[in-house]
Each structure stands twice: as C-alpha cells, then as structure tokens.
C-alpha cells in the first residue's frame, strides 16, 4: 500500500489556504515553496507548510483531501491550531 499524504499550504500571512495530496510530501512542499507548479498556490504565495497528515492508501488520502476541500475555512484552521499552535512552517521538521 502506498503511503499518502494530505497536506495543508498557506502564505506568511495565514490569509489563504490550500488543501493538497502527494505521495512525496518533501518533494512537493519543495515545488510549492520554489513555485515550480503554476495555479493557486504560486498565484497567491503559499510556501508554507502548517499541516498534514498520513494515509496508507492512495484513495483514502483522495477521498480525505476532497473532504476537507469541502470543510470551511474556521474547521481547517482549528485543525492547524491543534497540531500546529504557531502555524510554523513544518517543511525543516520533514527534511
């Protein structure tokens, strides 16, 4: 089973935020961070890594990230503030 992982984008403000799924997690923050990947995350600057999570199985991760797509923007952000209090860039934790 392929590990996944879904992941939670936003710029040094906090002010926009992007919900995401890799099998690479360091290897894709690396692309969003370098801005390697045009759309929304190079438009509006998210190079910042505050949350994810790990899923063993491709379309498990799928289905959760779409959930969370799905999910306002306060639920995103009490998920961020329990795991991640500071909203720290979490990319140095992973490499």
Same mark, same amino acid.
């Given at each position: 089973?392929k590990?996944?992982? +879904?992941? !939670?984008?936003?710029? =040094? %403000?906090?002010?926009?935020?992007? +919900?995401? +799924?890799t099998n690479?997690l +360091? $290897? $894709?923050?690396?692309?969003? =961070?370098?801005?390697?990947?045009e759309? !929304?995350?190079?438009?509006? @600057?998210?190079?910042?890594?505050?949350?994810?999570?790990?899923?063993?199985? @491709?379309?498990?991760?799928? @289905?959760?990230?779409?959930?969370? &797509? =799905?999910?306002?923007? &306060?639920?995103?952000?009490?998920?961020?503030?329990?795991?991640?209090?500071?909203? %720290?860039?979490?990319?140095?934790?992973?490499?």
């Open positions: 089973m590990q996944m992982y +879904v992941y !939670f984008m936003t710029n =040094k %403000n906090n002010t926009a935020l992007y +919900v995401g +799924v690479n +360091v $290897r $894709r923050v690396y692309e969003h =961070k370098n801005h390697l990947l759309g !929304f995350t190079s438009r509006y @600057e998210l190079s910042k890594l505050v949350y994810y999570e790990i899923w063993q199985g @491709e379309s498990e991760a799928i @289905e959760r990230e779409k959930y969370l &797509k =799905k999910c306002y923007r &306060k639920t995103k952000d009490k998920m961020v503030a329990e795991h991640n209090p500071a909203w %720290n860039d979490l990319y140095e934790t992973l490499i």
